[in-house]
């Protein structure tokens, strides 16, 4: 079964950086649009950042000007650089992606999410 694996999460002191990175575990024929999204305890899960195949931009308030999202297509991964990071960028941190597989089916995956935490 494809599913998609992330990995860059851990503790950070603030002001330091984490890159978080994002690939399907298993062979597919494309990636379309791939995104950031996190979930704070108590908050909504909220968009941090969306990049389409063309890599075409897309940034929560909170995170422009510190973050970049990229991709490389030959990889089919998606990376979030984090900088200057805040207590409050605190999170689980999930990658999506639509992905198309060798069935020919389009669907939107979903990571298992890892842990970002920012220190005072």
């Known amino acids: 079964q494809v599913r998609l694996v992330e990995s860059g999460g851990g503790l950070v002191q603030a002001g330091g950086s984490l890159t978080l990175s994002c690939a399907p575990s298993?062979?597919?024929?494309?990636?379309?649009?791939m995104g950031w999204y996190r979930q704070a305890p108590g908050k909504q899960r909220e968009l941090v950042a969306t990049?389409?195949?063309?890599?075409?931009?897309n940034y929560a308030d909170s995170a422009k000007g510190r973050f970049t999202i990229s991709r490389d297509n030959v990889k089919n991964t998606v990376y979030l650089q984090m900088n200057s990071l805040k207590p409050e960028d605190t999170a689980v941190y999930y990658c999506?992606?639509?992905?198309?597989?060798?069935?020919?089916?389009?669907?939107?995956?979903w990571g298992q999410g890892t842990q970002v935490t920012v220190s005072s």
């Open positions: 999506a992606a639509d992905l198309r597989i060798w069935s020919g089916v389009q669907s939107t995956y």
């Open positions: 298993g062979s597919i024929v494309s990636a379309n649009n």
């Open positions: 990049i389409t195949r063309g890599a075409n931009t």
